[in-house]
């Protein structure tokens, strides 16, 4: 059977990438505060939890990737929508019997740990995903760069303690920067260094649904190899980081 998949943020950047790349896959469902055309869709503000009430029942996963996504240290809109909107989407699913979440967690969450990261590989012509992602997971512990990044590390906190009190099994995707032309940031020098490509992302979250069929947490960085200017050329590797 076709499981079905709930996308929170579906008419974001990053859950538009993953309607294009699911939708023969799984049976869509959008829980969005506006409708997103062609698209089942759970018309809800996760700010207030009462608008989502009992409507996630009968969905099999959910990939949660609404967010405040700017690093504004703007309190007001990332701590309702970042901190509480995840508490009040866990427990709407905890309270129908949905299990299986992903997380769109963030690179920010480490963030203040990626100065060292530069640092050790400035000057390399090209460094792959997996040397990359073996250097930040040794710098796993928090240890956030804005205010967004502690809302996304409360997001991993509070996955967590759902996997441990009621027995959900999530798995954390800890992004580096996805953009809408999937190449680097222009205005940043480094930003071949800590990019994710569009498919390596959807490769990502692919595998992360799969992992939830089974019990646990867990977090993962994903990251792509360094963009080579004229090739196009990545091999989109990446580890996973368990805990």
């Known amino acids: 059977m076709t499981e079905k998949l709930c996308i929170t943020g579906m008419s974001g950047r ?23 055309p062609g698209v089942r869709t759970i018309r809800a503000d996760l700010r207030k939890p009462g608008s989502i009430g009992f409507a996630l029942a009968g969905v099999d996963a959910i ?18 929508t970042n901190v509480s909107g995840t508490l009040h989407l866990l427990e709407a699913a905890r309270r129908v019997g949905v299990q299986r979440v992903v997380f769109g967690s963030s690179l920010s969450v480490i963030g203040a740990h990626l100065p060292a990261f530069l640092g050790a590989y400035r000057g390399r012509s090209f460094l792959s995903a997996a040397r ?26 509070l996955c967590r303690m759902y996997t441990d009190k009621h027995g959900f099994s999530c798995v954390c995707l800890r992004l580096a920067e996805v953009r809408p032309d999937d190449g680097p940031n222009p205005s940043d020098p480094h930003g071949a260094l800590k990019m994710c490509r569009h498919a390596d992302f959807v490769a990502g979250v692919r595998k992360a649904i799969a992992r939830t069929r089974r019990s646990g947490f867990e977090v993962w960085t994903m990251i792509s190899d360094d963009f ?16």
Request: charged share 35%; aromatic share 8%; glycine share 8%.
């Open 14 to 36: 990053l859950g538009s990438i993953l309607r294009r790349a699911l939708a023969g896959e799984f049976e869509l469902i959008a829980l969005n505060r506006s409708r997103v």
């Open 63 to 80: 990939v949660h990737l609404a967010a405040y996504p700017f690093a504004d240290d703007n309190a007001e809109e990332i701590v309702p």
């Open 132 to 157: 990359k992602i073996a250097f930040l997971e040794k710098r796993e512990s928090p240890r956030p760069d804005s205010l967004y990044g502690v809302s996304k590390v409360f997001g991993e906190a």
């Open 228 to 243: 080579r200017e004229g090739t196009g050329k990545r091999s989109g590797s990446r580890r996973r980081a368990t805990r």
